[in-house]
């Protein structure tokens, strides 16, 4: 009977093992997930804070010109300000990329649409998203993109033979 209940003993100690595995994996995979929601949640606020920026500087350049325009003056030079909202959209642009890869999404090679994850074929162009097929399209672009200033070249000394010639 000792025996019987050793045996018994051992099966539970063994599940309480798989389950406190299996309880730690959990975890894991919770606070893994936390962490990304945290850092997704930091990046919209960094954009939300950007934009906001910028709207104070749109608001600025509006006043600005429309005082002019009131006073009968020359416009301002807003050089200034266009290089911060150029730069802005750029960091804006930036914390993007960075949420889509929190996201991890997929980009299209075609059309530059951020795709979920999963997704076979971009869901606004349909061109293939990975894989073969995804690879050899890449490759005719390049070999495509690589033809065009060959050919041009090619057309302008064939146009300049030909004036010469004339």
């Known amino acids: ?36 929601v945290v850092d997704r949640t930091k990046v919209k606020f960094a ?6 920026k910028i709207n104070d500087i749109y608001a600025k350049i509006g006043e600005e010109l429309y005082k002019s325009h009131t006073d009968g003056t020359t416009a301002p030079d807003f050089s200034e300000e266009f290089a911060s909202l150029d730069g802005m959209h750029g960091e804006i642009a930036d914390l993007n990329d960075q949420l889509n890869e929190l996201k991890e999404t997929k980009l299209c090679a075609s059309c530059g649409t951020y795709n979920d994850k999963d997704n076979e074929y971009c869901s606004k162009c349909g061109a293939p998203l990975n894989g073969e097929a995804g690879e050899e399209a890449a490759a005719e672009e390049e070999a495509a993109a690589e033809e065009e200033p060959a050919e041009a070249e090619a057309e302008t000394e064939t146009e300049t033979a030909e004036t010469e010639e004339a």
């Open 1 to 36: 009977m000792s025996d019987v209940m050793d045996n018994v003993v051992d099966k539970i100690k063994e599940e309480a093992v798989k389950l406190k595995d299996g309880a730690i994996k959990l975890t894991h995979k919770v606070i893994g997930k936390t962490n990304n």
């Open 47 to 52: 954009i939300s804070d950007i934009n906001g």
